[in-house]
């Protein structure tokens, strides 16, 4: 089969290595779920269920590439963090997205059928998530990417529960509610909520607010050592001798400085 006089064609073919020694971050996301949620008649604001199917997914990624060393989603979306010496494929750009987004489709699959086997997928409606990479070169830009995401979580969900607040509770119709809610700022939000609905904010569950965290957590990790001498180095000499990890679920805020110095092996 080498050789054939064919092969020249494969030189026609492109690749884009995604630059070494720099964060990867892929991220999928579901293809029309507007009427995606639409069709399967998902619960509004949130649907829960559909939330841990995606979240099951997500998780299921992880356990399947131990490069993986952290993830986070929300709505239709999931982003995961490479490790930075990672050579999965070689880092090869199509391979990785194109894997990302086929295995995360199958996984969502697999997972609706398993938690909600009352609602059969449809052949015209099968959930499908496309892929990007991008390479951020340092620490500071992965975490403000993350932050990003879980931001705009935030805003998303503010004001979805609020608009479906005024509509499923207070009677409006949907131009109304959206016309209510020009203009209004968080603050504004927060006190439609209390004032007209009884719903306090501060209240709703965090996996809503905040999203969905994994973290290829390492247990054993020894912080109080590392902070002795926080330099890179030491950081890889230490992070020889730690084995133990786990997958770890959480809905915590990412924004704060806290979350990422508590770990810094994320970002290694
Ligand atoms: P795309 O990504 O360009 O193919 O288009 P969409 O329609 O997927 O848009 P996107 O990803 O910006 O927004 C996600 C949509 O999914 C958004 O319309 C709200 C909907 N969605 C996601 N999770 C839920 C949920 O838990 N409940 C409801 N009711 N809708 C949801
Ligand atoms: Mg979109
Ligand atoms: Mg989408
Ligand atoms: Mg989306
Ligand atoms: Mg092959």
Same mark, same amino acid.
């Given at each position: 089969? $080498?050789?054939?006089? &064919? ?8 690749? *884009? ?53 952290? $993830? ?6 999931? @982003? ?17 997205? #194109? #894997? ?12 609706? #059928? ?18 990007? $990479?991008?390479?951020?070169?340092? $620490? ?16 998303? *969900? ?15 119709? !949907?131009?109304?509610?959206? *016309?209510?809610?020009?203009? !209004? ?38 912080? @109080? ?20 990890? #786990?997958?770890?679920? &959480? ?18």
């Amino acid at each position: 089969m $080498a050789n054939s006089r &064919y092969e020249y064609v494969r030189s026609f073919e492109r690749e *884009n290595i995604l630059l070494p020694q720099s964060h990867i971050v892929i991220r999928v996301d579901g293809r029309g779920f507007h009427k995606f949620s639409d069709h399967y008649d998902f619960e509004k604001p949130n649907d829960e269920k559909a939330l841990q199917v995606i979240n099951e997914a997500a998780k299921q990624m992880m356990v399947t590439m131990p490069d993986i060393i952290m $993830a986070y989603g929300d709505s239709d979306e999931y @982003s995961f963090l490479l490790r930075k010496d990672c050579d999965l494929f070689e880092r090869r750009e199509f391979k990785l997205i #194109t #894997t990302f987004a086929s295995a995360f489709s199958a996984y969502y699959q697999h997972f609706w #059928t398993k938690w909600i086997p009352g609602k059969p997928l449809d052949l015209e409606r099968l959930p499908m998530f496309d892929a990007r $990479a991008v390479v951020y070169p340092n $620490a500071e830009n992965v975490m403000d990417y993350f932050r990003w995401r879980q931001v705009d979580c935030h805003i998303n *969900n503010l004001y979805n529960t609020t608009f479906w607040s005024l509509v499923l509770k207070g009677g409006m119709t !949907t131009n109304e509610a959206e *016309n209510r809610l020009i203009g !209004t700022l968080s603050a504004d939000k927060n006190e439609i909520l209390f004032k007209d609905f009884g719903i306090n904010y501060n209240n709703i569950h965090d996996m809503y607010k905040k999203g969905t965290i994994y973290i290829r957590e390492y247990t054993d990790f020894p912080l @109080s050592k590392y902070l002795e001498d926080p330099t890179e180095a030491h950081l890889k000499r230490l992070m020889k001798r730690v084995k133990k990890s #786990t997958i770890e679920q &959480y809905h915590c805020d990412i924004i704060k400085d806290s979350f990422w110095t508590q770990r810094p092996y994320l970002l290694l």
